[in-house]
């Protein structure tokens, strides 16, 4: 791009802020490069988002389930496969500087990636997971309180989830603010928690000889590992996207999981193992951990669910533009209302937990694996977009497609062997077979002499409708 062109876009970027939201956090457009930040400041809002206590509960459905020998190959095994993801991704968001949402513009046509942010985000993650974690929030503080009516696990996820909307209201600058000075603390009372767990309970050796009371197969744990993290991999785009390079969004995004993840999902594992209780904060607590444990929820808990929120707004606005902030409002009150009615009906049964994981494992993976195909496959070598900061644009008065048949037919090839084939692994499986189809669904078209994108219209300029 010429430097006068970049003038004209930057000038077209500022033009279209004007009469916008200061919260709306450029949810229809580009992010302007002014906006964005280095590698540590990527580094610290991945890691905060993301390290949260859920992780650590995985890892005790882990322990139930594999020993720790099986679980460390099960957890390499899943970590890789995150790894490789998510640094994909985190590239696609740093180069186009748009959300994950209006990213899926291109790969699934504006309908498409309305229709499919919608279902895959704004209800698995901007309301599921959100609800999630809630949930869990209100478990926890009824086990740090357990004879207060204001903590029991329903009304707790109430009052946290209103907590956590207010919160997300602000946008990626809160994110950005609470992961300084979270992180580090956050890590640490972990540490410690694990490391007391285990020195009382006999060290490692109790670990490594206890035998899982609900064994599962290494297949199964590979998956479970995949499914709990796959939904921050597809969005890591809504954070990568404020990156100032593609290098340092993907190597934020290696360094946070390859030195976070594995130690928070075995330190569940160790302490399930060595303990037999199946609530990771139950066992901190019985040590006489409580004030720890509260700050570990106050410090993980509270940002990972606000970027939950954070992500399902900005899929909300790309399928029906309004301000972001009341985007975040929306998903929020009926998040809170789908926790506190787990809370107040199953209280702390783990049950609703696993098999949210689960499902996500088996269908997010096909988006990533699309996204994937079309931005560093299918643009560059059948569309001949070299540049990847040329691949995904919207310029004033070119031509883009309301529908990509590609992409839709192998999103839903690879939700379909995700959910439905029970051989190898769904979430790899769903993973591949999605990234495979669109590629060769594609090429069929262009081999025809045809595009498999439909229903052009012209993009006008300003913020995306």
Known sequence: ?????????????????????????????????????????????????????????????????????????AVLAGTAVLTILGALMSAVGA???????????????????????????????????????????????????????????????????VLMIIMTYVGYRMLSFLSYFSIPFHMWLIAVGIAIVLALKGGMSTVLSAVPTHPMGLLDGISAVIGLYIAGTIISPDIARF?????????????????????????????VL??????????????????????????????????????????????????????SVINGVIGTAIASYIGFSAGASITPFENFISFLGEVLPAMGGILVA??????????????PKERYKFRENDRY????????????????????????????????VGLVSYVLIYAAFKAAGRSPEVLPYVYKGGRLK
């Open 243 to 271: 990156s100032r390079s593609a290098k340092d969004a993907s190597g934020a995004w290696i360094a946070h999981i390859v030195f976070l993840y594995p130690f928070l999902i075995l330190g569940g594992v160790a302490i």
């Open 401 to 432: 497609y309301n529908l990509n048949i590609a992409g839709i037919v192998a999103l839903v090839l690879g939700a379909a062997v995700g959910i439905f084939v029970n051989a190898g692994i769904p979430a790899i499986n769903s993973l591949i």
């Open 374 to 387: 079309d931005f560093f496959l299918v643009k560059p070598f059948l569309e001949r977009r070299r540049n």
């Open 1 to 73: 791009m010429t430097e006068e062109a970049e003038k004209k876009e930057v000038k077209g970027v500022e033009s279209s802020e004007k009469g916008e939201s200061k919260f709306d956090d450029y949810s229809l457009m580009e992010v302007p490069k002014n906006q964005r930040y280095g590698f540590f400041n990527m580094f610290l809002v991945f890691g905060s988002v993301y390290g949260a206590i859920a992780v650590i509960w995985a890892g005790g459905a882990l322990g139930y389930g594999l020993t720790f020998t099986q679980a460390t190959l």
């Open 95 to 161: 180069h186009s500087g748009l959300s994950t949402y209006t990213a899926w513009r291109f790969p699934l046509g504006r309908w498409g990636g309305k229709v499919a942010g919608l279902l895959l985000i704004t209800v698995t993650t901007g309301v599921g997971w959100y609800a999630v974690e809630t949930w869990l929030f209100g478990i926890i503080m009824n086990e740090v309180y357990p004879t207060s009516p204001f903590f029991s696990v329903g009304t707790a996820a109430i009052w946290g989830g």
């Open 274 to 327: 060595a303990t037999g209780s199946y609530l990771i904060t139950n066992a901190m607590l019985k040590l006489g951990m409580g004030i720890g444990v509260l700050l570990i929820i106050l410090f993980g808990q509270f940002i990972i669910n606000t970027d939950n929120l954070y992500s399902g707004s900005l899929s909300l606005v790309n399928f029906w533009p309004m301000r972001r902030e009341w985007a």
